[in-house]
T-cell receptor, first 113, second 114 residues
C-alpha cells in the first residue's frame, strides 16, 4: 500500500531564504509525482508534475526533484516571499490503480516578512 | 471557463439528516474524484469516477454514495450524516486520470454535522 509522508508538518522561515520541503513515499513504482499548493480555506493548485522518467521540474522560483529509488521528492523554493505562505502537498498515483492519487498530509509554510 | 465548481460552500447538518454535494466541471474531463480533508490527515479519496455512468470506491467510502449521470457532474450523497463526517470536501477532475495529467480542484465544501 502506497503511503506518502511529509516532514516537517510546519515550517517558518524569514523572507528571502531558500528552503526545501520534503516528501517521501513507500512504493517506488510510481507513474509521476505532483506538488500542490493550498491556501487557507481554498482548494488545491497544482505547482509541478514530475514524470517517473524525469529527475526534476522547474517553474519560476520552484524546483522539484524526484529520486524514485530512495522514495523521495523535494520542492525547492528560492528567495522565499510572504506570498509563498501556504500548505504544500505532494501526491502520487496509487500503483494498483492509476485512477487513485495518494496525498501526503502537507507542510504548512510560513514566510516571515 | 469556470473549471471545477462545488455547491454548497458551507453546510451544517444534524445527525441523521441527508444531503447531496454537487460538483461540476466544464473541461470535458473523464475522471472525477471526491476527497475529504481532515486536520493532520491530508486528503483521502472517498469515491471516484472514470466516466459517465461509472463510479468506484476510494479509501474511505463508507457512509457516502455517488452518482455520475452526466459527464460534467459528480454528486456525493450522505444518506444519514454522522459527526465523523464533519470535514472539508473537495471535488477534483482530470482528463485521463492518474498520469500524466494533473488534477484540477474545486474550492471545497465545509460540512459540519452536529
Amino acid at each position: 500500500k502506497q503511503e506518502v509522508t511529509q516532514i516537517p508538518a510546519a515550517l517558518s522561515v524569514p523572507e528571502g531564504e531558500n528552503l526545501v520541503l520534503n516528501c517521501s513515499f513507500t512504493d517506488s513504482a510510481i507513474y509521476n509525482l505532483q506538488w500542490f499548493r493550498q491556501d487557507p480555506g481554498k482548494g488545491l493548485t497544482s505547482l509541478l508534475l514530475i514524470q517517473s522518467s524525469q529527475r526534476e521540474q522547474t517553474s519560476g522560483r520552484l524546483n522539484a526533484s524526484l529520486d524514485k529509488s530512495s522514495g523521495r521528492s523535494t520542492l525547492y523554493i528560492a528567495a522565499s516571499q510572504p506570498g509563498d505562505s501556504a500548505t504544500y502537498l505532494c501526491a502520487v498515483p496509487g500503483y494498483s490503480s492509476a485512477s487513485k492519487i495518494i496525498f501526503g498530509s502537507g507542510t504548512r509554510l510560513s514566510i516571515r516578512p | 471557463n469556470a473549471g471545477v465548481t462545488q455547491t454548497p460552500k458551507f453546510r451544517v447538518l444534524k445527525t441523521g439528516q441527508s444531503m447531496t454535494l454537487l460538483c461540476a466541471q466544464d473541461m470535458n474531463h473523464e475522471y472525477m474524484y471526491w476527497y475529504r480533508q481532515d486536520p493532520g490527515m491530508g486528503l483521502r479519496l472517498i469515491h471516484y469516477s472514470v466516466g459517465e455512468g461509472t463510479t468506484a470506491k476510494g479509501e474511505v467510502p463508507d457512509g457516502y454514495n455517488v452518482s455520475r449521470l452526466k459527464k460534467q457532474n459528480f454528486l456525493l450523497g450522505l444518506e444519514s450524516a454522522a459527526p465523523s463526517q464533519t470535514s472539508v470536501y473537495f471535488c477534483a477532475s482530470t482528463n485521463r486520470g492518474g498520469t500524466p495529467d494533473t488534477q484540477y480542484f474545486g474550492p471545497g465544501t465545509r460540512l459540519t454535522v452536529l
